[in-house]
């Protein structure tokens, strides 16, 4: 998982360097993005149901992440997973740790910037 997590990381890095340079949200192909400076000086922007939203910043903040997350899934498509279904459920004993590092691949669903409206898979795992 966290293989795939820091190839997703270096995926949004090289993505989002284009989009970094303007100091507003960028529409992308319908999808709004928020370039780094613009959180760095303001924050996550908050989607209408007061879901925050962005690309995940490292440790660039001292911030938690975002509820949605920039991903690119399948077929190249961009949306953003929800953080709680990325992060999926917590071992509570070791044995539970190891049989989830051993898990199949799982998908979880990328949505607009909406938080509802599915646009697309991310699959963790594969």
Known sequence: ?????FVLAWI???FLAGCSQQE???KTEDLVIPP???ILENGYPVNDKGETYGPDMGNRMI????DLILAQGENSIIGYAKKVELDGPKPKTPEEAVKLNNAPPREVSLYDVDGETIIG???IGK
Not at 1 to 5: E, G, T
């Open 1 to 5: 998982m966290r293989k795939n997590l």
């Open 12 to 14: 949004m890095l090289i």
């Open 24 to 26: 507003t949200l960028k």
């Open 36 to 38: 780094f400076e613009y």
């Open 63 to 66: 911030i938690e992440e975002p």
């Open 121 to 123: 898979t991310f699959w």
